[in-house]
């Protein structure tokens, strides 16, 4: 028998309410992610998926709650995650070409090395590969 993949994202009663807004952006939301795991957010304008993105990479802080990445509180930005929004992409770049295109920068930084960053896109792009377009 395998043992279960260890838990690498926890959200746990997370919330993001915006100063001057009546209503959160998120409220009581509970997620666990296993190592290896692909988990797709979807949803209508607005309803709270680049929030939560920006939590879980640490761009924002969130109102109540917690997101812990292998175990340990997100204070803040970190080198082990990154997001590409669609909107900072080139015109006429598909979502795979913006994410390839950060793998320079990401190398450059020193952590981790430019080997373990290109197996980790030729992985995300083979678990992308069936719905990849363009």
Do not use: H
Request: with cysteine; charged share 20%.
């Amino acid at each position: 028998m395998n043992p279960a993949p260890a838990t690498c994202i926890r959200i746990e009663r997370l919330g993001k309410t915006y100063r001057g807004q009546p209503t959160p952006a998120l409220q009581a939301i509970d997620l666990a992610v296993a190592e290896g795991e692909f988990v797709a957010l979807v949803g209508a304008s607005g309803c709270g998926k680049s929030t939560l993105l920006r939590l879980i990479a640490g761009l924002e802080a969130p109102s109540e709650g917690q997101v812990c990445l292998d175990g340990r509180p997100v204070q803040g930005p970190g080198c082990d995650r990154a997001v590409v929004f669609r909107t900072t992409a080139s015109p006429g770049s598909t979502c795979w070409k913006a994410c390839a295109s950060a793998v320079p920068l990401r190398a450059a930084t020193g952590m981790p090395a430019r080997s373990e960053v290109n197996s980790a896109v030729e992985r995300a792009y083979a678990l992308l590969e069936p719905v990849r377009t363009g």
